[in-house]
């Protein structure tokens, strides 16, 4: 027992005189660590003053219509077999303003390459040159008109989409370098993801109230022309809607503001976490090297 009791007694003091060991290599190396990580963080904060300041503009919307609310004649034009549709809910808007169809067609339409290249874009030739990194890897040979997939990249980077459930909102922001070109971004997509929610709905009204007509002219019942009179009366006010809706498909709870302050990079944050990292690289360095050094002595 007495012997078992020395043991535990006997590590707990090699442990201490091993952590002494260490605390001594650092008293004697830290003007080095010191000046590393100085270094470090100086190299740091001019390196992220190279990088431009970009700014976030976000909107706020929610569906415009309730969508546990159920249309009576949904149920009845959908016994025709007819697509119904109905109100769009939190998850098709998130869905939407995820798509790249609509990035695609937001960037066809506005022309937000100067916004989002700068001066990699020229817009009297409309090409843009390529990053480094393109350069670097050899993907890009020279200068070349942005296509479709170039927007989708860019959006995939900078555009985000958040849902909340619980209030039923969705959340649509931007990124870009220019404080007015986010908050015109966001806009944007707003606009043309409310212009492809009334098209749809403007297009599924078209056909329903056709399919309607070729039925009404095919049934002899005078019930059942009365309940497809029903709907097709139904179907005209869901176009006219669609028409005359000011906010259709959804409502705009926050507009899009010009942000009055850079949203990234955060240049004194990095140049402070890379100051501490360094520090303890350093610390580690010059313990392993030392360690080294003593087990190569003594051998």
Same mark, same amino acid.
């Given at each position: ?32 660590? =010191? ?5 470090? *963080? ?47 809910? $939190? ?36 090409? =843009?040159?390529? *990053? ?34 619980? =209030? ?12 007015? *070109? ?24 078209? +056909? ?17 022309r009365d309940r497809l009179y029903s709907l097709l009366g139904q179907e005209v006010e869901r176009e ?40 303890? =690289?350093?610390?580690?360095?010059? $313990?392993?090297?030392? +360690? ?8």
């Amino acid at each position: 027992m007495p012997a078992m009791e020395e043991r535990p007694h006997m590590e707990t003091r090699e442990d201490e005189i091993d952590l002494g060991i260490y605390f001594a290599i650092l008293r004697k190396e830290w003007w080095k660590i =010191a000046l590393f990580s100085l270094a470090v *963080g100086v190299a740091t904060l001019l390196y992220m003053f190279t990088k431009p300041n970009i700014y976030q503009a976000a909107a706020v919307i929610t569906p415009s219509v309730d969508e546990k609310k159920q249309n009576p004649a949904l149920g009845a034009l959908a016994s025709f077999g007819v697509s119904v549709g109905g109100p769009s809910s $939190i998850e098709d808007l998130d869905t939407l303003f995820k798509s790249n169809d609509l990035a695609v067609r937001v960037f066809r339409k506005y022309n937000l390459w100067p916004i989002l290249l700068a001066d990699r874009f020229d817009p009297a030739t409309g090409k =843009a040159n390529p *990053g480094w990194t393109d350069r670097l890897f050899g993907n890009e040979k020279g200068p070349k008109p942005p296509g479709d997939w170039d927007a989708i990249r860019a959006v995939k980077d900078r555009l985000k989409v958040s849902v909340n459930k619980k =209030a039923g909102t969705v959340s649509v922001s931007f990124e870009s370098p220019s404080a007015d *070109g986010s908050a015109n971004i966001v806009k944007y997509f707003l606009d043309e993801g409310k212009n492809r929610l009334q098209e749809e709905a403007l297009d599924r009204a078209t +056909k329903n109230k056709k399919f309607i007509e070729e039925q009404i002219g095919k049934t002899v019942d005078a019930l059942n022309r009365d309940r497809l009179y029903s709907l097709l009366g139904q179907e005209v006010e869901r176009e006219m809607m669609a028409r005359n809706r000011e906010q259709f498909g959804f409502r705009v709870i926050d507009s899009p503001r010009v942000p009055d302050r850079k949203f990234k990079p955060k240049r004194s944050q990095s140049a402070i976490l890379a100051m501490v990292l360094s520090f303890f =690289a350093g610390c580690v360095f010059f $313990i392993v090297r030392e +360690k080294s050094s003593s087990a190569f002595l003594d051998k």
